[in-house]
């Protein structure tokens, strides 16, 4: 089972650098079922890994240009304060409560993301549908986001990516390199909520580290390959891989 979780570490973070997110979505279901770590300790254990995996794949996506870095300020500082309520919030849930919302969380997503082509060509026009939405909007994508990275350890990023091609008109590529960024934000605010929380002091911090760099790996990886694999066809992929996931966490619960 060891095994098995450090080998989808690498897929983990190769769907953070292909896709912009997911990372947090399969990392929680793997350090909780697969590892058997408490959901309580997953969640600030996930925050870590796809932080750190976030940062690196935005670097490697910031060589390729494909980084808004006021756009990430614009939408992370409403995500920063969400995801310190969340995390403060997420503690005095119980954890059938949370998994349950997870769940939910990742059939949204998996709808999301197999919807048909939700994003404009690259480089998107002008008169795309909702590209001139006012700023409240992306205020309240980015504190509705940041307070479900913090209360259930997710970092958002299959909302973050239609949303930033949807309302803000971003091409893919950029929206991708963009929500990694927004990721990273909403990871360490969550974090944040967590400080003098006994779970954070009770991780198993070899794990975290193992567990990280084989994600950077795959990050690096992903975000090196989005020139080249066809982004529908694997984002219907990883829809249905989602669907699974979201229908095992909600009958597994535990």
């Known amino acids: 089972m060891t095994l098995l979780a450090y080998a989808l570490a690498l897929l983990i973070g190769l769907a953070l650098g292909l896709l912009g997110g997911g990372g947090s979505i399969l990392t929680i279901p793997v350090l909780h079922h697969v590892m058997g770590f408490s959901f309580a300790q997953a969640v600030p254990m996930s925050l870590v890994v796809v932080g750190i995996t976030s940062g690196f794949g935005a670097i490697s996506h910031w060589r390729e240009g494909n980084v808004r870095l006021r756009t990430a300020f614009q939408v992370g500082v409403p995500a920063i ?3 310190v309520l969340g995390a403060s919030l997420g503690p005095q849930v119980r954890d059938g409560i949370r998994l349950t919302v997870f769940g939910i969380v990742l059939l949204g997503a998996a709808l999301v993301m197999y919807r048909g082509r939700v994003t404009p060509p690259d480089p998107a026009p002008r008169d795309w549908p909702f590209a001139s939405r006012p700023l409240i ?3 309240l994508i980015g504190a509705s986001v940041g307070l479900l ?10 909302v973050y990516v239609p949303a930033l091609t949807l309302l803000v008109g971003l091409p893919i590529k950029h929206a991708v390199g963009t929500s990694l960024v927004l990721i990273l934000l ?14 954070l002091t009770q991780l198993d911090w070899r794990v975290v580290a193992l567990f990280t760099g084989l994600a950077l790996i ?4 992903g975000s090196r390959l989005t020139h080249f694999v066809p982004q529908e066809r694997l984002r219907h992929g990883f829809a249905a891989f989602l669907l699974i996931l979201g229908l095992v966490v909600l009958l597994v619960r535990r």
């Open 218 to 221: 795959g990050a690096v990886a």
């Open 137 to 139: 909007f992306m205020d």
């Open 149 to 158: 990275t913090g209360f259930v350890g997710v970092g958002g990023g299959f």
């Open 186 to 199: 909403s990871c360490a605010a969550g974090l944040v909520g967590y400080l003098g929380n006994p779970a």
């Open 81 to 83: 304060l969400g995801a």
